[in-house]
């Protein structure tokens, strides 16, 4: 923000995965310039990266001749959206319980989770771990992208338009509100 500058690191993948990183990521960037209030707003921010990525991916796909990947790609978030569906209210009852104990050391509220709440430390260590599509906002963002991806198939302007929409005008607390116009 300081400097109007942008840049984007992606891994260094030889095949596909690298394209769908740097589209993500330019994604953010691009929206970033568009609405500066934009990047606070984690859910919204996925939904426009996340759709261009299948979007561009598709095209790079066909393109190449490289067969169904947006298939591949959707069926990829579906399986973490139903993945966090069975963990996510597991992790968001020890984190409550977490957050009421914070007067008690890392090993002590361990015990207690697993006294309490029944987890034991394997699965309690497991559900701490830090992996990105296992935070709320992304299973989220990625069913809205889906969606809007389907609505992209059949109606590419309607698509855009909503996604324009959601970028410009979205935030995480209004964001079903503004599906909701949509239906």
Do not use: Q, W
């Not at 589209?23 to 609405?35: A, G, K, T």
């Not at 066909?62 to 993945?83: A, C, M, P, Q, Y």
């Not at 992208?145 to 698509?159: F, N």
């Amino acid at each position: 923000k300081t400097t109007g500058d942008a840049f984007v690191l992606a891994p260094n993948h030889k095949d596909i995965r690298k394209t769908s990183v740097l589209i993500h990521e330019f994604e953010h960037v691009i929206d970033c310039f568009s609405n500066p209030n934009y990047y606070k707003n984690r859910v919204i921010r996925e939904i426009a990266s996340m759709f261009m990525e299948l979007i561009g991916c598709d095209y790079i796909a066909n393109k190449l001749k490289l067969g169904e990947d947006h298939l591949l790609r959707r069926f990829h978030l579906h399986s973490i959206v139903k993945t966090n569906s069975i963990y996510m209210p597991d992790k968001m009852e020890i984190l409550r319980f977490m957050n009421k104990h914070r007067d008690m050391d890392e090993a002590t509220i361990i015990k207690e989770v697993e006294k309490v709440l029944k987890y034991n430390r394997d699965y309690v260590d497991y559900l701490l771990g830090s992996y990105l599509s296992e935070d709320y906002y992304y299973p989220i963002s990625y069913m809205i992208a889906i969606e809007l991806y389907s609505i992209y198939s059949v109606d590419k302007d309607k698509a855009l338009y909503i996604l324009i929409d959601i970028i410009m005008n979205g935030n995480d607390n209004n964001i079903f509100n503004i599906l909701k116009k949509y239906n």
